[in-house]
């Protein structure tokens, strides 16, 4: 099984359902990039700031020598961290970002936070995170058009077939109309029933920009991080809304909220170690919910963010 496409303005088509490395262990992602590659997963998606690249390239590599599936059947994907905004450092950290996985280019680079960062050389501390030095957040001088005219030569360069952005609002997006050249492929977003979005959606939608929805089980994906926000929300697998119809439909609830995505053309990455779920997860395009069964999920929303780095010690100024 292989999921469905979306076709990017950039011409390339891109998998409605990936595969997400955010908090993939190092020591067991090269196993479970390989066995998802098995289950038919085509799309996987990293970071420099996962710290896992190394690892997924060795499982992309093993499944490629074995003749699973050819370098041009994936759709990879990497993101560039805060600390490598400055135009001079976009192209240097994304090569190494490319020879950390093993490959030539990436079917899509993404700026991964609106956010720039004093540099930190890879040879002191990689990933860099949030932090300079001391629990301090240092800030860089470069502008999000310096950082874009960058993205734009890996593109150029064929560094990065795609090139796209990453927890932007709708006021850095029509900003960001005015500099570029070449238009992000993609959005990708915090997305899930307790924080629609739809507005930015809708900007997206009207501008030919695709969107990926990332943390699709809402509180679920941070409950790992022991988020007090993640705890004190009900899950969206418990919720009886999903849970009803996830009954009606002989479907789990996690393929539920991901199919309320998908029916939406909105690109889902999530991510299980399970082989079972792995299937499922994938499994999430072959039934459709009802209009009123989308307008019912759609209704949970109540602008409920987690992924917001205050709630684990980035000083709230900087997400003000």
């Known amino acids: 099984m292989v999921a469905p496409t979306v076709k990017l303005n950039s011409g390339r088509e891109m998998p409605l359902v990936g595969f997400g490395l955010w908090k993939v262990n190092n020591d067991t992602c090269a196993d479970t990039v390989y066995n998802a590659i098995k289950t038919g997963y085509r799309l996987f998606d990293g970071a420099c700031d996962y710290g896992n690249e190394v690892e997924a390239g060795q499982g992309v590599a093993r499944a490629i020598k074995?003749?699973?599936?050819?370098?041009?059947?994936?759709?990879?994907?990497?993101?560039?961290?805060?600390?490598?905004?400055?135009?001079?450092?976009?192209?240097?950290?994304?090569?190494?970002?490319?020879?950390?996985?093993?490959?030539?280019?990436?079917?899509?680079?993404?700026?991964?936070?609106?956010?720039?960062?004093?540099?930190?050389?890879?040879?002191?501390?990689?990933?860099?995170?949030?932090?300079?030095?001391?629990?301090?957040?240092?800030?860089?001088?470069?502008?999000?058009?310096?950082?874009?005219?960058?993205m734009e030569e890996l593109h150029d360069e064929g560094l990065a077939k795609s090139i796209g952005i990453s927890n932007y609002n709708g006021a850095l997006i029509l900003d960001l109309f005015r500099y570029a050249k070449t238009m992000p492929a993609t959005l990708q977003i915090e997305h899930h029933p307790y924080l629609t979005q739809q507005p930015l959606i809708q900007l997206c939608k009207d501008s030919d920009i695709a969107v990926t929805a990332y943390s699709s089980f809402g509180p679920q994906s941070f409950l790992e991080l022991d988020m007090q926000k993640a705890k004190d929300t009900p899950l969206l697998f418990d919720h009886s809304t999903i849970k009803s119809v996830a009954e009606k439909h002989g479907k789990t609830p996690a393929q539920v909220l991901l199919r309320w995505a998908t029916q939406r053309g909105i690109a889902v990455i999530p991510k299980s170690n399970n082989q079972n779920r792995l299937a499922q997860n994938l499994d999430v395009c072959s039934f459709d919910l009802s209009d009123s069964e989308i307008e019912q999920i759609s209704g949970l929303n109540h602008g409920l963010r987690f992924n917001n780095p205050p709630d684990y010690g980035v000083p709230a100024p900087i997400f003000a």
């Open 66 to 150: 074995e003749g699973l599936v050819k370098r041009e059947e994936l759709f990879l994907v990497s993101k560039l961290w805060n600390s490598f905004h400055d135009g001079d450092r976009v192209k240097p950290i994304c090569k190494k970002q490319l020879k950390d996985w093993g490959i030539d280019y990436f079917d899509l680079y993404i700026v991964h936070f609106p956010i720039a960062l004093k540099y930190v050389d890879p040879s002191v501390r990689y990933p860099p995170g949030f932090f300079y030095e001391e629990g301090k957040v240092e800030f860089s001088k470069a502008t999000l058009a310096e950082t874009w005219k960058a």
